[in-house]
């Protein structure tokens, strides 16, 4: 190698350290194809000529082998390649079948006969069972298992399951590795990031499945380039020499699904309600459509593109079941299904009267016409903001509903399931992948891609069993750019570097604003403003309600919890350089990975009921409902003056390493590493932690 070769190896290296400061990404996944060339003899063949063919684009790289008969290419991109072997006086050698997928070193050693004849080699193993040439044990999902494996979602991460090494944690589509949270581990795609810093699961930056080139884990073992108890790295396709498409409707719905073993069971337990009839027919309906293009770009000398593009349906049941949701009648001021005994006072606590009654209603309301214990509340007496509240947000329940003559349920004594009903849940996700890929010369070579998604979906009710308040809604937008720059000093040296970020907007909310939750109840606007007054004028705008509570008999109407105005935002960016130099039987591979964490998190915006919380009383009584209904000022009123912001943090993970895989024997490789990392605290902006 000459001088001005080394100069411009050691500026890249400087470079990408002194960059740490400013970004940081997660290895490369770029593959290398070595081996060896002898003769029949077993005799090595110093300066063979080797040329590799990258069967997508119908580029070739060339280069020789070395005195002891070895050579390597560096800097592959995943995809099938053929090689082709030959030297002064003996025959040609032509090695196909040959595919990389991720970082494999893959072996492909050539035998040469004397003369002229050609010879072909056939290399079927996509990956070596044995791998020989470093210490990675990975796992690698190729893109027609991905597109035929038998799934139940267009969720690239699922996948993750068949690998022995990898198990559920806590809820579908979370992972444990080794027995490690996933926060232990690197999700990248094309060498992004792309799992969130703080809680460490993946984000919804992915593909769409046909733009899925591999999956490749690496679980055990790996090189020091690659950092974490494990590397999740995925692959889109390029696009290459020639155009090819796809195009793909599925759909899966409950007419021809079977029953689940949990349904059979629900059926086997079910009681008739007059809610519920009959036990409900499962039922959901998931529809995907989408397609892909990919090929060379007109007018553009070695320049491809792959274009991918899907959206999901997905329409389920949410199921939503009360058994401390007030029976109808009593919302409209009639107790008269209640025991005497169990009817509510008309007095309050110090034996005030609650309201003034007529005569005519003392004796035809009140029990015995004595006045102490409503029959019912005179229409005339019902508050219509209460009445709005109930009608607009209360689910509309008959009255000819069971009710529990003691407490005011709804279900009787002997009715265990209480309310039920099914509200319509659904999901709409849109999934595009766009990459290019260049060479300016046969040593540059550049890609870029980007991925983007758009999920909307509501399957959880804001508040049960208030179906007014409709299913909460969840927002998630993701933007990934990932770009990779590789350049080949000589046939010895490679570069890559790469970076890129990815942001992704997540917000779940309820179905209204406070001003909007109180114009819907009958407030005016001079009213609006005057509970702004209380509670913060900001609160108005923002997502969310009063929580109010009547007693310990019902339900309370809660605020929502924390995904009622909630914030999840997460940005990484991301910078790294790896660089491969050979020299003679060592092959050294060192770089950089850095990478910076941004979060926002509005879990505790909510807490403490900043839009207030009225409470008429906690009795096990039926008199806490009754001032409620009257609208009487209410037991005790709170709320939060100054509530906490989103949590607001930053940090930054740097690592380096430096590998060398020692081919001491044509049977002996040794690989010895050291990676350095450093992870910094998590920063708050409003010095919140």
Known sequence: MNLAKCLACLLVVLLAFGCAQLLFAQGTDLGTIRGSVTDATGAVIPNAKVVILDLSTNTTRETATNSQGEYQMFGLRPGGYKVS???????????????????????????????????????????PVINTEDQTISDTITSRAVIDLPRDSRNIYTFLYL??????????????FLGAQSYGANFSLDGQRSNGGIFGEPTNSQPSLEAVGDINVLSNDFSAEYAGVANIRVTTKRGGAGYHGSIFYNNKNSAVAAWTLQDKLAKEEFAPTPFQ???????????????????PIPGLKKTWFFAAYERNWNVSPVNVQSRTLPHPSLLAGDFSLIADANKPSTKDSDGNPLVVLTPDEIANNTVGGLGEQFITIPSRLLNPTVQSLIGTYFPRVGLTAPINPVTGQIGGPDDPSGYQTLLPGRSVRDLGTLRVDHDFSDHDHVNVVFNASANTSASTLVQTPYTGLGLSQLAVRNNTVSVSYTRFFGNNVVNEARGGFNK??????????????????????????????????????????????????FAIFQNGGRNTDRPMDQNLATFGDTLVWVVGKHSFTMGGDFVRNAALDGFAVNRGNPRGAITYGTAKTLDPITQFLLGLPATSVSYINVPRPPMNVYNWEQGFFFQDNWKVTPRLTLNLGLRYELTTPFIENNDLM
């Open 504 to 553: 992704e907007k997540l917000k779940r909310h309820s179905n209204t604003t406070l001003e909007g939750f109180l114009s819907s109840i009958g407030f005016d606007q001079s009213d609006i403003d005057a509970f702004g007054s209380v509670v913060g004028a900001p609160e108005l705008k923002t997502f969310g309600h009063p929580a109010v509570t009547f007693g310990k008999n």
């Open 277 to 295: 009839s009959k036990f409900p027919t499962p039922f959901f309906n998931l529809t995907d459509v989408g397609g892909s293009l990919g090929g």
């Open 163 to 176: 690998n022995p090494n990898i198990t559920q944690s806590g809820s579908d589509g979370s992972f444990k």
């Open 85 to 127: 072997v030959s030297a002064p006086d003996m025959g040609k050698a032509d090695l196909t079948g040959i595919v990389l997928s991720g970082s494999d070193v893959v072996s492909a050693n050539a035998v040469l006969k004397v003369a002229a004849q050609q010879q072909a080699i056939e290399v079927t193993a996509e990956v």
